[in-house]
Structure formats: C-alpha cells, structure tokens
C-alpha cells in the first residue's frame, strides 16, 4: 500500500471505527447488528471497531493484488492488536480506576492506524501470505466470538460496561 493509499484508509477505517460506536443508538438496530456493532461500552465491545475495519482493509488488498492470499495480513495483525488495545487501556485504568475517553480514542486511533500499516506490510510477505487458510478460518472464529460475547458474556472485568 502507498503512503498515500494508506493515509487515506487509515482515515476512512478511523472513521468507520468510529461509527461504529454510535449505530447502537440508530432506531433500526437489533440483536442482529449487535453481533457487528458495539452494544455497550465496554472494552470487550471496542475490538469488534478493530476487527472490521480490517476486514475491509484485506477485501481491499484482496483487490489491489488481486490474490486472494493478501488477506492474511490485516486478519492475522487483527488477534494482536486486540491484545494491545486491551493492555493499553487497562495500562491507565489501574492507575486512574475509570476511563478517560479522549485516551481511549487517542489509543483506537493508534492501534488501528498501526495495525492497517502492519497489516498491508505483512500481505506483501510470502510467508504471512502462506497462513492465508489460517487467516480464512480465523475469520468466523473470531467473528462468532466477538459477537457471541456481547450478549453472553462472563463477569469480567473486560466484558463491564465502563
């Protein structure tokens, strides 16, 4: 991907991200797009706002490749970036015991911006190319597991609304 071809995705999937948060309160939503769209505010909520944007960001290498093993890079970059959006979070949660929403964004912002640079550097690498079949069944499998967690979730600390 280009710098300027990344510049503006980052943008758009910032934006998107985003979005995502607020379609909760749109008079059409139901538990259908709960599976999709954040329902609440929690933390476990806000990696659906990271898993998607990736998604689309692999469609769109799929297409700029023109194969479709350029998936793998934004699918495989999506299980760590989960992981450092949920440890920087709780990095300033202890300490402060309750979120401060413009670090939360500042951090989406930084962990999604990363992971489309990641991500779009990794779907040019032969051996990231070669886990596509992996990155494929990781899809639904973290789809269902982002979705079925919204509304059966355990009582941890990183399902509580906040």
Not at 51 to 77: K, M, N, Q, T
Request: hydrophobic content about 60%.
């Amino acid at each position: 991907m280009k710098r300027l071809e990344y510049i503006f995705f980052a943008i758009a999937a910032i934006a998107l991200g985003t979005g995502m948060h607020f379609v909760h309160h749109a008079s059409f939503f139901n538990e259908f797009w709960g599976y999709i769209f954040p329902v609440r505010e929690s933390v476990w909520e806000h990696m659906k706002m990271l898993l998607y944007p990736l998604l689309l960001e692999s469609i769109y290498l799929i297409c700029r490749h023109r194969d479709w093993r350029a998936i793998a890079g934004p699918v495989l970059i999506a299980v760590p970036a989960m992981a450092v959006q949920v440890a920087l979070f709780f990095s300033y949660f202890v300490f402060v015991g309750h979120e401060i929403s413009i670090i939360d964004v500042l951090e989406y912002i930084v962990v999604l911006a990363g992971a489309i640079w990641v991500g779009a550097r990794w779907s040019a690498k032969p051996h990231i190319r070669a886990m596509a079949p992996l990155a494929v069944a990781l899809i639904p499998a973290l789809a269902w597991a982002l979705g079925y967690l919204t509304y059966t979730y355990p009582d941890w600390v990183l399902f509580e609304a906040m």
